[in-house]
Structures are given as structure tokens and as C-alpha cells.
């Protein structure tokens, strides 16, 4: 496993505000911007959701494997449907097919159990994951294949790893 460190992994570090991204905070005043916001049954979207203050908490190969392991669990994703996913040492992507809910009630529930699970492994309080996400509804012009293999590609552009299949956590439905 490469050592991980400090550093600029996210292709979207300082990028929240790129064409079609949202950003969900769970902080007053924002709740304003979320009103009125639909959630479209069957919308893929692209979501990236960061861990507290950056720190990698998943270069620890366990946590990591942890969270690989939640983010198979159909049972985690009762209202939606993970398409393909990639986690890197502080932050996690994925791209969500909604089938009923909200995105932000699907995110709430990965994120609680993950924090839950980070939690008890590693015998410690806090926060895991910064308090929002960022997501991003895919349009009908937009390839979804093109879009997880953005996803997936993650750790090459990050020069973690000079091919994905030399990382190992992620998936596909497409494999």
C-alpha cells in the first residue's frame, strides 16, 4: 500500500462550484438553497463527500476496507442503487441511481453508517465525514460510462497508482 501522506488526492479539491455541482451543508442558511429542490426518480448523480478536515482516515488499509465493505452492502442503499464507487484516502465518490427518497436522505444513511463502523474500529468519537456533500445530476447528454470511468480513474490522476486495477477500493456493476 503506497504511503498516502498530505496532499491534493481530489480531482474536485476546490472545485465545488464547477458547472452542475450542488453543495449540501448542513448549516444554517443553506437550507434556503435546498428548498424547492427536487430529487428525480431514477437521476444518477455523482456525488463526492470528503472526510472531516481532509484528514485521509483511509490510508489505514482497515478503515478503508471497512468502508469498501459498507459500500457493497445492498442493504446500506435501500432507496438507491450504487452504480460504481472509488474511495481514496480522504474522500469517497460514487455514482448514485436514486430510486425513491432524496439524495441527501441516501447520503445521510451511507455517511452515519460508515462514521458508526470508522468509529468502533478505530475506538474513537467525531465526525468521519464533513458535514456535506457535493453532487452533481448527471444530464441526458452525459455518458454515465464516461462518467464512472472518471470516477474510477481517480487514483491514476492523483498519481496514487499508474492503473486502477492496481487500487483496490472500488467497484462497478459494470464488471
Known amino acids: 500500500m503506497p504511503d498516502f501522506g498530505k496532499g491534493g488526492w481530489c480531482a474536485h479539491r476546490g472545485h465545488h462550484h464547477d458547472r452542475g455541482m450542488q453543495t449540501h451543508k448542513l448549516i444554517p442558511g443553506n437550507r434556503s438553497l435546498r428548498k424547492g429542490r427536487t430529487h428525480l426518480l431514477g437521476q444518477i448523480y455523482l456525488i463526492t463527500t470528503c472526510c472531516s478536515d481532509r484528514e485521509p482516515r483511509f490510508a489505514d488499509f482497515w478503515a478503508a476496507a471497512q468502508v469498501a465493505r459498507l459500500s457493497h452492502d445492498p442493504t446500506l442503499w435501500p432507496h438507491a442503487r450504487l452504480l460504481c464507487w472509488m474511495l481514496m484516502p ?86
Not at 460508515?114 to 441526458?140: C, K, P, V, Y
Not at 452525459?142 to 481517480?154: M, P, S
Open 90 to 175: 480522504d474522500h469517497w465518490h460514487g455514482l448514485v441511481e436514486l430510486h425513491s427518497g432524496s439524495i441527501s436522505d441516501t447520503m445521510s444513511r451511507f455517511k452515519a453508517c460508515t462514521s458508526r463502523a470508522i468509529n468502533a474500529l478505530e475506538r474513537r468519537r467525531g465526525a468521519l465525514w464533513q458535514a456535506g456533500f457535493h453532487d452533481h445530476a448527471l444530464r441526458n447528454d452525459e455518458d454515465v460510462l464516461a462518467c464512472a470511468r472518471y470516477v474510477i480513474a481517480n487514483p491514476v490522476r492523483a498519481g496514487l497508482v499508474t492503473s486502477c486495477r492496481d487500487w483496490p477500493f472500488w467497484n462497478a456493476v459494470w464488471l
